[in-house]
Nanobody
Framework: QVHLEESGGGLVQAGGSLRLSCAASGRTFSDLDMGWFRQSPGKEREFVAAISGRGATTRYADSVKGRFTISRDTANMLFLQMSSLKPEDTAVYSC???????????WGQGTQVTVSS
């Protein structure tokens, strides 16, 4: 059974950093693109960053470019290094895996990130 589990969220002051991790299990993920999404109360879930199966290609939302870095290793782990955090980055962050057809089908439960001003 496929399972994605995030960790690393917490409370941080504006300007600080956090590193989120996502442990994937239940199948091989090296052939799937993976990504991070976030959702704030009252807002729709939004794309944050994605990385290709072999890690060669990354893409980011404009709001996080230059501040967040997505990476992955060969052990089914996905990471999101977040720096220069802003209060507007406060959200539940979830990791996800995308099929070859381009559908995000596997999702974690999410981890809360709160940035205080």
């Amino acid at each position: 059974q496929v399972h994605l589990e995030e960790s690393g969220g917490g409370l941080v002051q504006a300007g600080g950093s956090l590193r989120l991790s996502c442990a994937a299990s239940g199948r091989t993920f090296s052939d799937l693109d993976m990504g991070w999404f976030r959702q704030s109360p009252g807002k729709e879930r939004e794309f944050v960053a994605a990385i290709s199966g072999r890690g060669a290609t990354t893409r980011y939302a404009d709001s996080v470019k230059g501040r967040f870095t997505i990476s992955r290793d060969t052990a089914n782990m996905l990471f999101l290094q977040m720096s220069s955090l802003k209060p507007e980055d406060t959200a539940v962050y979830s990791c996800a895996a995308q099929t070859a057809a381009g559908t995000w089908v596997f999702w974690g439960q999410g981890t809360q990130v709160t940035v205080s001003s």
